[in-house]
């Protein structure tokens, strides 16, 4: 149960970061930067309800070499 959790944290994170550039800080400082947070996790919000409306499916996920070995052999 915690392990979806934790894929679910990951893959947001991950979408925020590669949507709103996460990682750095327009500004100098610690003043803005919770402004600039909260402003991506909106925008993170607004893209997720467009996609939502559009019924847009959902990627399929990532296979890995393993998995992919694995499966073959099977």
């Not at 949507?19 to 500004?27: A, I, M, N």
Request: aromatic fraction near 2%; proline fraction near 5%.
């Amino acid at each position: 149960q915690t392990d979806i959790i934790r894929a679910g944290a990951a893959g947001t994170i991950s979408q925020a970061v590669r949507t709103t550039g996460l990682r750095r800080s327009c500004s100098i400082g610690l003043a803005t930067t919770p402004l600039q947070n909260l402003l991506a996790a909106a925008a993170l919000n607004v893209l997720r309800v467009a996609v939502w409306l559009a019924e847009r499916p959902r990627e399929p996920t990532r296979l890995s070499p393993f998995a992919a070995l694995a499966r073959g052999s099977t």
